[in-house]
């Protein structure tokens, strides 16, 4: 799935006053990664970004995006890259077309056949020449991700694209980060602080915590470090709760109503499934389930009490 | 290049705070003119009162040319506020309203950004003094005719009715090339900040604060005062004098261009350097 390193930063640093925002951080990007630059809030992450993207300088380190160093070649390192960094704002007073126009003249000329297809490829096509004031806040993300594609670049990256949206708008824009990857075959760095954000649409990841970097590696690799849990669902609640701490191989058992979260390996599913039946339980559900969040708070949280 | 500053003017002149500028103009000079046509034979009376006992005018003095050179008084505090409005927009403009994060993540220099953004400010310069300029003139002349100029600032001078227009073109060139000053001042407040009023306030403080010292007659200004770009702001008023002192009106404007420059490169060394936290 990963090809070559697009994306690396080399010690990257920046420094405010006394107090390093990012320090010492070192992120490799892989060519067809769908990367996630997961970090809780005040990490370093938009920071990270914005040098990644030259609005920051760095006091230290430096950031190569095809091979080209953004402080010897940032032109020619930009070229292939599109971006949002935060919220995305716009010129409030113009249409979505126009700010794509303007955007596309830094990018060295788009045309309008390109313009349109980009808005139309994020669902604004009907909306292109209302000025974008009139846009909600999900509307401005789209129209987000439209500039960030508009020169058709290599490497997108997101800060938070999801940020502020209501549920529907979150999958909108996952889906929209899935067909980029895999459609498109673009390759995108995610930043979030959002575990399952990055979990279902990210391959790779990196998590930061207090402007350093704690882990990196593939997902699932991390994954198998995380908890890993079976939701189990059945009637009578009771004779569920007692069956199931009647087995050795469960761990944990944490009861909600009809519902308990077990805590046991995947491979002992069928024996579970045999046993609540055998003990006459109703069983309606069983869901295996692993989570980044347990081993993404014991790293963020032990980073914390250093 | 060409490209950028094509767009640039579109983001300035599609603002409404563009044309607030244009629409003082546009009301008050008809407003002033037709009060001077109403009234202005009077103003002119008082004040000549003096002269009319030594000199017997004759000929219509109360003219086009008289009210419009009157109106040129606007380029020392009014037109500076309004073109401030615009300049000192310019680069603060986008970091207020997030748009630094939109167009500084592009493959394109940021001297490139840099310069089709100055580039703008002077266009927009130009086209306000020239505006104020055709409609001022104009509007004096339609209403109020031509005639003989009489100029009082500097004792009393006339000139020649077809001596007058000319003087005027190259009066509002150098008003232009002035206010660029101002507007490069504006400019480089707004490199400074992430909102707009400071700079146009800075500006005016400036200019009104350096106005004093240049006008007030104090021995302790004597040393400052070559130090300080209103003193050379004069040379659009040198075009009125007869003979034209063109060394001085030439020293004078490259003094200005001097300090334009001197504004734009310091507004270039902060922007160069400036990191993007808006």
Not at chain 2, 4 to 15: A, G, M, P, R, S
Not at chain 2, 132 to 138: A, N, P, W
Request: net charge positive; hydrophobic share 45%.
């Amino acid at each position: 799935m990963t090809g070559d390193v697009i994306l690396q930063t080399r010690d990257l640093g920046k420094q405010y006053k006394k107090r390093w925002a990012v320090h010492h951080l070192n992120l490799e990007v892989h060519r067809g990664d769908v990367f996630g630059f997961l970090g809780p809030n005040g990490a370093g992450k938009s920071t990270t970004i914005r040098m990644l993207l030259t609005l920051i300088k760095p006091t230290e380190g430096d950031v190569s995006l095809f091979g080209r160093s953004i402080k010897k070649e940032r032109e020619e390192a930009l070229r292939a890259v599109g971006g949002i960094v935060e919220k995305p704002d716009f010129y409030l007073y113009l249409s979505a077309f126009r700010n794509l126009e303007i955007v596309g003249a830094l990018n060295g000329g788009v045309g309008r056949k390109r313009i349109q297809e980009v808005l139309d490829l994020v669902g604004l096509g009907q909306r292109a020449s209302d000025s974008v004031k009139t846009y909600s806040h999900g509307m401005k993300q789209r129209l987000g991700i439209a500039q960030a594609l508009l020169s058709d670049p290599e490497l997108v990256i997101l800060d938070e694209p999801t940020s502020g949206l209501d549920p529907q708008g979150m999958k909108e824009i996952r889906d929209l980060i899935r067909h980029l990857a895999h459609d498109q075959m673009k390759t995108v760095m995610l930043s979030s602080h959002l575990l399952n954000e990055v979990e279902m649409v990210a391959n790779r990841m990196a998590i930061i915590n207090k402007g350093e970097l704690v882990t990196q590696g593939g997902v699932a690799d991390l994954l198998d470090k995380g908890e890993k849990y079976v939701v189990v669902r059945g009637k009578p609640a009771a004779t569920l709760r007692a069956t199931l701490k009647e087995q050795k191989f469960v761990k944990k058992v944490v009861s909600r109503g009809d519902e308990c979260e077990v805590t046991m390996s995947f491979d002992d599913i069928p024996a579970l499934a045999k046993t609540l039946v055998n003990e006459g339980v109703e069983v309606q559900a069983l869901i295996p389930c692993r989570s980044l969040e347990e081993f993404f708070l014991s790293l963020t949280e032990s980073e914390s009490k250093l | 290049m060409g490209r950028l500053v094509y767009y640039e003017l579109i983001k300035t002149f599609l603002k409404k705070r563009t044309y607030i500028g244009f629409l003082v103009v546009l009301v008050v000079v008809p407003l002033f003119v037709i009060a001077m046509k109403i009234e202005g034979g009077r103003f002119l009376q008082m004040t000549t009162r003096s002269l009319q006992q030594d000199f017997f005018f004759v000929g219509n003095l109360f003219n086009g040319w008289f009210v419009a050179f009157y109106m040129m008084n606007s380029l020392w505090i009014h037109i500076p506020f309004l073109i401030s409005f615009v300049a000192g927009d310019q680069l603060a403009g986008e970091a207020t309203a997030g748009t630094y994060r939109l167009i500084l993540i592009r493959p394109v220099s940021r001297a490139r950004i840099f310069l089709s953004k100055y580039y703008t400010t002077g266009i927009y310069t130009v086209s306000f003094v020239g505006f104020l300029g055709v409609l001022s003139v104009g509007l004096a002349l339609l209403l109020l005719g031509r005639g003989d100029m009489i100029i009082l600032s500097r004792g009393l001078l006339i000139l020649p009715a077809g001596d007058v227009a000319w003087r005027f073109l190259v009066a509002y060139a150098l008003a232009a090339w002035a206010m660029l000053t101002i507007a490069s001042l504006a400019f480089l407040f707004s490199s400074f900040v992430e909102n707009a009023i400071g700079p146009i306030i800075a500006t005016i403080g400036v200019n009104v604060i350096f106005l004093m010292i240049t006008v007030i007659p104090a021995e302790l200004f004597q040393t400052i005062r070559p130090y300080l770009y209103t003193t050379y702001m004069d040379i659009w008023q040198r075009v009125f004098d007869d003979p034209i002192p063109w060394s001085r009106v030439g020293a004078s404007a490259a003094t200005l261009g001097g300090f334009s420059f001197g504004f734009a490169l310091i507004a270039w060394l902060i922007f160069r350097r400036k990191d993007i936290l808006s």
